[in-house]
């Protein structure tokens, strides 16, 4: 069984950067998809990015685009999220999730592995 377990959450101010790391441990595989979610307070989880395990094919939500960057580093098994530009409506709850199946897909019902997720807060 493949876990998850993000890191680099924290307080920035609006305009900042910051990075999120997920390690994975377990039988991931080249067929494994990882994904961005984050959920504020009161609202849905919502899509951020996604990438196929090698990181050769990547996704991006509207609001994120061309300000973050999904990446992976197979060596370490682990998948970053780099955030730039970021907007006080970018604060959040950040997860990252897994799902073996090769497809992408925006829908956090498709993944089955979830890490315990990381609190982004940006202040204006």
């Known amino acids: 069984q493949v876990q998850l377990v993000e890191s680099g959450g924290g307080l920035v101010q609006a305009g900042g950067s910051l990075r999120l790391s997920c390690a994975a441990s377990?039988?991931?595989?080249?067929?494994?998809?990882m994904g961005w979610f984050r959920q504020a307070p009161g609202k849905d989880r919502e899509f951020v990015a996604a990438?196929?395990?090698?990181?050769?094919?990547?996704y991006y939500a509207h609001s994120v685009k061309d300000r973050f960057t999904i990446s992976s580093d197979n060596a370490d098994n682990t998948v970053y999220l780099q955030m730039n530009s970021l907007k006080p409506e970018d604060t959040a709850v950040y997860y990252c999730a897994g799902h073996p199946r090769g497809y992408y897909s925006s829908d956090y019902r498709k993944y089955n592995v979830w890490g315990q997720g990381t609190q982004v807060t940006v202040s204006s």
């Open positions: 377990g039988p991931t595989g080249s067929t494994y998809v």
């Open positions: 990438s196929t395990w090698d990181g050769s094919t990547t």
